[in-house]
């Protein structure tokens, strides 16, 4: 066999316009040919019989199961889409509340860590001095909440009158 390439040839089918090879090979020495070149010699040659036979067989069965499908497959009623959508809501908000759950407890980790690393890091301080100056700059606990009031009626009162001594009679204690 010489290793000149000859483009197929183009024949009337069925399908249309169908390649065939130019050159037929005999099957001793389609053997002998590596399975690339029989691969491609192949793509043009007519499919054998049980090749033809299985593809038909695998056409119908698709057939047959596309059929089965479409029966087996009854439109819901509106009551029954209704459920449908209460469900897939209830599902996403169990997902949400899940998802929420996470980053909460992310962020608790997180600030955990946190104030275990800056407790850490005032503890190693040398002198004391300089752990009450970080712990006052860099609070391991970082405090979001409004401290509000937290004096009673009695402490208010005392605090207010403090404030309007002008002239410290209350804290002046000369004896």
Avoid: W
């Amino acid at each position: 066999m010489s290793n000149k390439k000859l483009p197929p040839v183009k024949n009337g089918d069925e399908e249309g316009l169908r390649f065939t090879n130019r050159k037929k090979i005999s099957p001793a020495e389609l053997k002998k040919l590596a399975p690339q070149q029989r691969s491609r010699y192949l793509a043009y040659e007519e499919p054998s019989k049980e090749v033809t036979d299985a593809r038909q067989a695998s056409m119908k069965r698709l057939i047959d199961q596309k059929k089965q499908y479409e029966k087996q497959f009854v439109p819901l009623s509106n009551e029954e889409e209704e459920e449908r959508d209460k469900h897939a809501k209830l599902i996403g908000q169990l997902k949400a509340a899940e998802a929420r759950n996470r980053l909460r407890i992310m962020r608790l980790r997180y600030q955990a860590n946190r104030a275990q690393e800056i407790s850490h890091l005032i503890a190693c301080q040398p002198v004391a001095l300089k752990a009450v100056r970080l712990q006052a700059l860099v609070p391991p606990y970082f405090e979001m909440k409004d401290k509000g009031d937290n004096l009673d009626k009695f402490d208010r009162k005392r605090v207010e009158d403090l404030l309007e001594d002008a002239k410290g009679l209350i804290t002046n204690r000369t004896s």
